[in-house]
């Protein structure tokens, strides 16, 4: 059986997408001998920056030669970017016999598309056992499937903010909510809490943990950075500053990820990693879709001198981080977008109001989820230069490229697939 097919076998055993409870995965995994107890991990939840701060991890434990597994949703371009074991992408093959075999321990039963792929994770992860577990937790962590780990090396809280409220009753979508959800149920170990949005949101996630007994490590009170001009950045925490290059990771709130990525490494006397270990690690962090620059391949060619860059942000949050690293780059800058249907597309765009040049919509392709494109063209009315492309390459072509402009493709970590998918 072709991959594929194997994917749309698994998603038709529960008539919902989403379906926010543990009971399923509970009882596939026991079916499968509950192989997600005895392994090490680290749990990330959040709403943006997990990617980013699991790749940090990721390249910093590389360095050292501490092997790890890692499992994150969703995948950009195909499902294998979920399934790393050892630091490499499982392939098609492994991929196929591992789903095969859980599919067939499940027998029928009813369970969610993403609870049978975290089953599965889990059950190829026991052949690992000493590697670490690298886990992001999906939509809301305390119905999560990932949740059902017993106990783990640390948890990480990277920046919360809203996303996803059509999974919340109306009278619960609401900041204090998300962040209940996200971090009510974390197990007790070490919680290590990024730099968020403001103190405001931080004082609500202190509020949230203040009864877990675990050790809390916090941004600005227990670690922190500073940027310099000279091309380095200073991290500092209680075991002492470390003077960094700057990572090949583009935007300064990049570097609030990586400090996270440091300071939970620091925090695990499991691990043991050197400086220069972290010094080699930020300069080969692998990314995704994060303002990434398009640096070769058929769209690229279509902009030829000019930049095109692609980042997966869809919610307000990740809007104005994005809005405030644009704001430091002195060009004109053009937006291409596309987002799905559930999100907050006014809210989203209006971070980049009187910052843009131009603005084109597109539908993102083979996403049934997706709000068309000229549907939120006429939402977005009110913004200056706006136009409406079908297509992603119609888009580029459209636009008046004068020197040193750039393209930015954003709304949707969807669309960020189909863009790699077609360069």
């Not at 095969?100 to 992860?125: C, H, M, Q, S």
């Not at 980042?311 to 053009?334: I, R, T």
Request: charged fraction near 25%; charge should be neutral; include cysteine.
């Amino acid at each position: 059986m072709k991959l594929q097919q194997l994917l749309s076998s698994l998603q038709k055993l529960h008539p919902k997408e989403i379906d926010l409870s543990l009971d399923r995965i509970e009882k596939l995994c026991k079916k499968l001998g509950n192989p997600q107890d005895n392994l090490k991990y680290i749990s990330v939840v959040g709403t943006n920056g997990k990617y980013s701060t699991i790749q940090a991890i990721r390249a910093i434990l590389k360095d050292a030669n501490i092997n790890c597994n890692i499992y994150t949703s969703p995948h950009i371009q195909k499902i294998n970017e979920r399934f790393i074991y050892n630091d490499e992408e499982i392939s098609d093959e492994n991929l196929i016999k591992l789903l095969t075999e859980v599919e067939d321990i499940n027998a029928g039963e009813p369970i969610t598309y993403f609870e049978i792929l975290t089953a599965a994770y889990f059950y190829n992860a026991k052949n690992f056992k000493n590697n670490i577990n690298i886990i992001e937790s999906g939509l809301f962590h305390r119905a999560d499937a990932c949740s059902i780990i017993k106990s783990n090396l640390a948890s990480v809280i990277t920046a919360i903010g809203l996303d996803h409220l059509d999974w919340l009753p109306k009278n619960k979508q609401t900041i204090d909510q998300i962040i209940f959800e996200k971090t009510s149920s974390l197990l007790t170990s070490k919680i290590i809490v990024s730099k968020q949005s403001s103190n405001k949101t931080l004082n609500k996630i202190s509020n949230s943990i203040e009864k877990n007994s675990s050790e809390k490590i916090t941004f600005g009170n227990d670690f922190n950075y500073s940027l310099n001009e000279n091309g380095f950045f200073y991290y500092e925490d209680k075991y002492g500053g470390i003077k960094l290059p700057l990572p090949n990771l583009e935007g300064e709130f990049q570097l609030s990820n990586i400090s996270t990525a440091i300071a939970t490494i620091r925090n695990i006397e499991e691990i043991n990693v050197s400086n220069q270990n972290i010094i080699n690690g930020i300069k080969k962090i692998k990314s995704i879709a994060r303002f990434s620059e398009i640096k070769n391949g058929k769209l690229k060619d279509l902009v030829k001198y000019n930049k095109i860059y692609i980042d997966g942000s869809h919610n307000p949050l990740g809007a104005n981080v994005l809005s405030k690293h644009l704001n430091s780059l002195e060009c004109n800058k053009h937006i291409i977008l596309g987002m799905m249907n559930n999100k907050d597309h006014v809210e989203y765009i209006s971070y980049f109001k009187d910052q843009i040049s131009s603005l084109t919509t597109v539908d993102i392709p083979n996403q049934s989820n997706a709000i068309n494109g000229e549907d939120l063209m006429k939402k977005l009315k009110n913004f200056n230069n706006i136009n409406y492309k079908k297509s992603i390459k119609e888009a580029i072509k459209s636009i008046d490229l004068k020197d040193n402009d750039i393209i930015i493709i954003t709304g949707s970590l969807y669309l960020a697939g189909e863009v790699l998918n077609l360069n």
